[in-house]
């Protein structure tokens, strides 16, 4: 088991680039989240999913979108890169109440 | 009434210490509390967790002390190690879809 894998690891974008950043878990959970961290500010919602084809917003989900065509993947959209978005970006996953992250992908908008 | 409350910000404790990180969240609905453990360049993963109809729970060195009338609950690191430098999450949560996040606690364990 893989566990949650996250690409890319790290990228640099340019002020109203957009980009995908990808999500896939193969544990077969229903549930799968997208969360920004800051320096000091802990883990925001930005969407989740509580199974295919159903999402929804989560704390901040401004200048973002995602997709859940299938169980395993859900990808997160930024259309007009800002950089109020730099940040690091985890992926989560979920049966029950117990999240498993991926490794992360950091993000730089300049 | 979303909000979970953790402080301190950070905390450096010289190895063997007990290190506390304490936490406070205002919706009674809440009924999971989990902690979760981040090193460097990882993502957060659970470490323990805790219902309200305990006060306290232990899993090898780390324990979660509840206090369910004072809405509030800390982590409690014994005879802690150099490898648990770490940042400490508190988070709650009322159903499977969505937990609720602390700003996180920078521990730093000195030998």
């Known amino acids: 088991n893989a566990g949650v894998t996250q690409t890319p690891k790290f990228r640099i974008l340019k002020i109203g680039q957009s980009m995908t950043l990808q999500c896939t878990q193969d544990?077969?959970?229903?549930?799968m989240y997208w969360y920004r961290q800051d320096p000091g500010m802990g883990l925001k919602l930005i969407y989740y999913?509580?199974?295919?084809?159903?999402?929804d917003k989560g704390e901040v989900p401004n200048g973002y979108n995602v997709s859940r065509s299938t169980t395993e993947d859900f990808p997160l959209r930024l259309e007009l890169a800002a950089p109020s978005q730099t940040s690091v970006y985890f992926c989560?996953?979920?049966?029950?109440?117990?999240?498993?992250f991926g490794p992360g992908t950091r993000l730089l908008v300049l | 009434q979303q909000q979970v409350k953790q402080s301190p910000q950070s905390l450096i404790v010289q190895k063997g210490g007990i290190p506390i990180i304490n936490c406070a969240y205002e919706?009674?609905?809440?009924?999971?509390f989990p902690w979760y453990q981040q090193f460097p360049g990882k993502g957060p993963a659970l470490l323990i967790a805790?219902?309200?109809?305990?006060s306290e729970k232990k899993e090898g060195r780390f324990t979660i002390s509840f206090n369910k009338s004072a809405k509030q609950f800390s982590l409690h690191i014994m005879d802690s190690q150099p490898g648990d430098s770490a940042t400490y999450f508190c988070?709650?949560?009322?159903?499977?879809?969505?937990?609720?996040f602390g700003s996180g606690t920078r521990l730093s364990i000195r030998p």
């Open positions: 989560a996953s979920s049966w029950g109440e117990t999240q498993y």
């Open positions: 999913s509580v199974g295919a084809g159903i999402t």
């Open positions: 919706n009674t609905a809440f009924d999971y």
């Open positions: 988070a709650a949560s009322d159903s499977a879809s969505k937990i609720i």
């Open positions: 805790i219902r309200p109809d305990v």
């Open positions: 544990m077969n959970h229903n549930y």
